[in-house]
Structures are given as structure tokens and as C-alpha cells.
């Protein structure tokens, strides 16, 4: 089954079969990765803009080395070195890019729906690689990509998603993901963080999505752990005391996660804050997954430039 998308925008508009072809794509393009020689010549010719608003580590080095495992050409845009500080609206520059004729455009921004603004506007497939606080759909992809490897499934699962949910694209986009995949998703953190009436926005799926009463009800018997962070740059002040007390009482230690199963799976976007909402034994220690998580990073968006950019 084809991708039959000019673009992705997030996690909310796929199906689960969709979903499934993306990660099952992604898992061919996983032993690429492994080669001595990581390049395939799928997308010679096609031309792909990485356009990012916001700091990003990650997410924009992958996207490009996804584009060059694939032979396409890669072009790196950042606001700081764009006509952006010259006062160019986002949409001009949109423009702009399109008059270059680009594949694809990649584009991270501070404002939810900035991406679905852009895929209005122009022919080339438009990628949210992180819009606000809406949805970091290749995020969601690739976390549910290690859980799949690391379980052999999501169905049935018991996913804790711990932490500043409020702010949180990461949490949004997975909590979408996996009850579509089947898997039961628990949130916790700060009653401050938590966006209580999320659940509401999940459509019914074969798995669920609910708030659990305290951060221990979360990690109890769960398969996986997701913790979020702290995302200070969204915040305006005032949601806990102080981080010494959100470490206390939320953080990811030792003792919460001898709660979960005894093969759980710790999982965290990053960048991680070490001591604040995750202990540095836990975030180095025998059940993280967090690098793997970057590695699948790689292979998902190549799945996804190869679905929506030329995989004829
Ligand atoms: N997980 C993630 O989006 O990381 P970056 O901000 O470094 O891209």
C-alpha cells in the first residue's frame, strides 16, 4: 500500500495502516543504515529543504542524513541565517523556497499549525518536524519503532508518559500513535502540566488514553516509560516550585522504576535534563533505549522522505 499524502502533518490524520507502512518501511531502511556503504540511490534528482525556526539537534541532523542516505540533496535553512531576521514573514518565505522548486520541506516552527499553513501554499510535501506544542509526528514514529523492536508489538501495552505534557508535541503525537497501534497510554506529572480534556481530542482506537491520580499509578506495571522534558522555553513561570522539587517528585529514579514491569523500557525525545526529570543511572543504565531511539530516528525519516517524496 502506497503513502498517498503530499505531506505529513501529523499523527492525528494517519491511519494505523499508514502508520504501520511507515515503520515497516522504516525497518528495510534500518539495514541500509547498518551497511558499510549507507546510501541508496532512491531519491537522486529530488531536491529537500530542512527549514527549522527552533534549536533542534536530533531531528535536523537526521532529516539530513536521511535525505543523503538517499541520494537526494539536502539544504539546511535556519532562521538565524535566513532573511527571517530581516523581517520575512514565514509564509514569504515559503514562497520563496517553492519559486526553487523542492521536493519536500522540512520545517520545525514555534507556532502550532505553521506547517499546515505552508501545505496550503505550495506544491512540495511539507513535513512537521515539530510545530509548538501541537505534534512531533517523526518523533512518535520513532519511538514507536524502538518499542515495536524492543516488544515485538504495542498492542496491549501499558505506556507511562511522565512530565511536562502540557507543553509537550512529543506526548500528543504518541499518545495519537500508540492508542491507534492498540497500546493503553497513562500521562502523569504536575496537575499544573497536565492538559486535562486531551483524552477527549483522541478519537476511540483499539487501545486508550487516560490521566493516571500520581506519577507511582503511571509507572505501576508499566511496559515502557516515556519521560518528557521540562520545557522551559514554553513555559511562563510558575507551574512548580522549583526544580529540586520536580526531581523530588516526578522524576524518573531508581526506586519509580523498580514500579514498572522488569523489562521495561525507558524512553526519553531529548535533549534530556540529567537530575531533573531523569536520573543519570536510569538515562545510562540497562533499560534505557534513548540512543536507540536516535538511531531509529534515521531510519523513520528516511520511511518517510522515500513515502512522500518520490517512492515510485
Ligand atoms: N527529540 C527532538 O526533537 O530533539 P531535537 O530538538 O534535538 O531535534
Not at 494505523?16 to 541508496?40: C, G, M, P, S, Y
Not at 522555553?233 to 512548580?240: H, I, L, M, T
Not at 531509529?296 to 512522500?308: D, E, I, K, P, T
Amino acid at each position: 500500500m502506497p503513502l498517498y499524502r503530499k505531506d505529513l502533518l501529523g499523527i492525528a490524520d494517519l491511519s494505523a495502516e499508514e502508520i504501520n507502512l511507515i515503520l515497516d518501511t522504516a525497518e528495510t531502511f534500518r539495514d541500509v543504515n547498518q551497511r558499510r556503504i549507507k546510501k541508496v540511490p532512491t531519491l537522486r534528482g529530488k531536491t529537500i529543504i530542512n527549514l527549522f525556526f527552533e534549536a533542534s539537534t536530533r531531528t535536523r541532523t537526521s532529516f539530513e542524513i536521511a535525505a543523503k542516505r538517499l541520494s537526494a540533496d539536502a539544504i539546511n535553512i535556519s532562521a538565524s541565517t535566513s532573511s527571517v531576521v530581516k523581517g520575512e514573514t514565514l509564509v514569504d518565505t515559503a514562497l520563496n523556497l517553492q519559486a526553487m522548486a523542492p521536493d519536500a520541506i522540512v520545517i520545525r516552527h514555534s507556532s502550532s499549525g505553521a506547517p499546515h499553513q505552508i501545505a496550503r501554499l505550495v506544491d512540495a510535501g511539507i513535513i512537521n518536524a515539530g510545530d509548538g506544542a501541537h505534534e512531533h509526528p517523526t518523533q512518535a514514529l520513532l519511538d514507536a519503532l524502538t518499542i515495536r523492536q524492543q516488544k515485538g508489538r504495542i498492542t496491549g501495552l501499558k505506556v507511562a508518559i511522565v512530565g511536562d505534557v502540557l507543553h509537550s508535541r512529543v506526548a500528543r503525537s504518541n499518545a495519537h500513535l500508540l492508542s491507534k497501534l492498540g497500546a493503553h497510554v497513562s500521562l502523569a506529572g504536575p496537575r499544573t502540566l497536565l492538559p486535562f480534556g486531551l483524552e477527549k481530542h483522541i478519537p476511540p482506537g483499539e487501545g486508550s488514553v487516560a490521566f493516571a491520580d500520581s506519577v507511582e499509578d503511571a509507572m505501576s506495571d508499566a511496559d515502557v516509560v516515556m519521560m518528557l522534558r521540562i520545557q522551559l522555553e514554553r513555559q511562563s513561570g510558575g507551574y512548580f516550585p522549583s526544580l529540586r522539587e520536580y526531581s523530588i517528585h516526578y522524576g524518573l529514579n531508581r526506586r519509580r522504576l523498580s514500579l514498572a514491569k522488569h523489562d521495561v523500557c525507558v524512553l526519553h525525545p531529548g535533549p534530556i535534563n540529567r537530575g531533573v526529570e531523569i536520573d543519570s543511572d536510569v538515562a545510562d543504565g540497562p533499560f534505557s533505549l534513548i540512543l536507540d531511539q536516535v538511531s531509529n530516528g534515521v531510519a523513520v525519516r528516511m520511511a518517510v522522505l522515500y513515502l512522500l517524496a518520490g517512492g515510485d
